[in-house]
């Protein structure tokens, strides 16, 4: 049975996280032992005689439609446990684009302001070893964009549990578990995306031989108005064409409308010696075309550029100096050199001398 507690207020619920992604949070081993995985769960209701379970919901609506439905707490503990249950609008982290939802406590624009648990924002007991069926509605607002939606419901458990540690640092962890809603709302939909900000850094070695690397970076945008899921993949080709890298693709899952985030590719070691590279992402997702883009940097060893430059100019000046010592003392630098040639051009042809200029009267 699902009981109000009328108990404290804990007002640091999901303070220490910025985000919490659907399914089980993560737990990170302490010296004193590994953090166990939630003795409960938040599950869709599925119809009687389903061969599938939900694993989250998914409804066609109009503007102005409400759907009612279910979904089952369960604990499994031996242990009474405290929860709070909350509506939350559905995001992509900034980094590496995983699907989540938002911690309560942010103000609700999308999905988690159009569903109602009825359940407000109170701490509630259960049993252990028990479930209940908390009934909710989700309510289209009749100006709802065409197009996909996201959100979600979670569940927190808010029950103290403090964590045994060496020394006088303690601490407590809430496990949380949600369920996913998506909401299509009828009316025309485009699905596209965009690749931008594709970014390099490298590291070389001042003589180019070593230990070189380099990381590369990008966004990625959904420009439409439908979830997208596919692959980016990345390569890397030289000035002739030639493909040096190519990464793992990175999968994309749930990517909602609006949604932008960054992915950032494993480090690459042992670069190309030296030249001009080209970087390429290609994102695709079925039923849309690619998204593209590109962007050239250079591998450029400084200490071994500035020999080649020093010796540059050595070569150069050298060939100054020989033309000079071959042109002789005064020699003109600059103009073109008068000949013999030019002399006897002037040979032959009568000059007006200013005697015969003054006569002819």
Do not use: C
């Given at each position: 049975m699902l009981r109000t507690r009328t108990l404290r207020r804990l007002s640091a619920l999901v303070a220490a996280?910025?985000?919490?992604?659907?399914?089980?949070?993560?737990?990170?081993?302490?010296?004193?032992?590994?953090?166990?995985?939630?003795?409960?769960?938040?599950?869709?209701?599925?119809?009687?005689?389903?061969?599938?379970?939900?694993?989250?919901?998914?409804?066609?609506?109009?503007?102005?439609?409400?759907?009612?439905?279910?979904?089952?707490?369960?604990?499994?503990?031996?242990?009474?446990?405290?929860?709070?249950?909350?509506?939350?609008d559905g995001l992509n982290t900034p980094i590496g684009g995983a699907f989540a939802l938002r911690p309560l406590g942010y103000h609700m624009t999308g999905v988690g302001a159009w569903i109602n648990t009825h359940l407000g924002t109170g701490i509630y007991g259960l049993a252990g070893n028990t479930s209940v069926t908390i009934n909710f509605s989700v309510t289209a607002p009749a100006n709802a964009t065409p197009g996909d939606h996201a959100g979600g419901i979670e569940a927190l458990d808010v029950t103290p549990e403090a964590q045994p540690t060496k020394g006088p640092a303690h601490f407590v962890i809430h496990r949380g578990v949600a369920t996913a809603v998506f909401v299509r709302v009828a009316g025309p939909v485009h699905a596209s995306a965009a690749v931008s900000d594709i970014a390099v850094k490298t590291s070389v070695p001042a003589t180019g031989f070593g230990n070189s690397k380099a990381t590369i970076s990008f966004q990625l945008e959904n420009t439409g108005n439908t979830l997208l899921s596919g692959e980016a993949v990345v390569t890397v080709t030289n000035l002739f064409g030639q493909t040096v890298k190519t990464f793992r693709p990175i999968g994309v899952q749930a990517f909602v409308p609006g949604g932008r985030f960054t992915a950032n590719e494993p480090t690459w070691t042992n670069l190309p010696f030296i030249g001009p590279e080209t970087v390429h992402v290609k994102f695709t997702s079925p039923g849309i075309p690619a998204a593209t883009g590109s962007s050239t940097f250079w591998i450029l060893p400084w200490l071994l550029v500035v020999v080649i430059i020093a010796a540059?100019?050595?070569?150069?000046?050298?060939?100054?100096?020989?033309?000079?010592?071959?042109?002789?003392?005064?020699?003109?630098?600059?103009?073109?050199?008068?000949g013999p040639e030019g002399a006897s051009a002037l040979e032959g042809r009568d000059v007006p001398s200013e005697a015969s200029v003054g006569s002819g009267g």
């Open positions: 996280t910025a985000l919490s992604t659907v399914g089980l949070v993560g737990a990170m081993p302490t010296e004193a032992g590994a953090i166990g995985v939630p003795t409960f769960s938040l599950t869709p209701v599925s119809a009687p005689g389903a061969i599938h379970p939900r694993g989250s919901f998914h409804y066609d609506m109009k503007p102005g439609q409400t759907i009612d439905d279910s979904v089952v707490l369960a604990n499994d503990s031996s242990q009474l446990q405290d929860f709070q249950i909350w509506a939350t540059l100019a050595a070569l150069a000046a050298l060939w100054w100096r020989r033309r000079r010592r071959r042109l002789g003392p005064g020699a003109p630098t600059g103009a073109a050199e008068t």
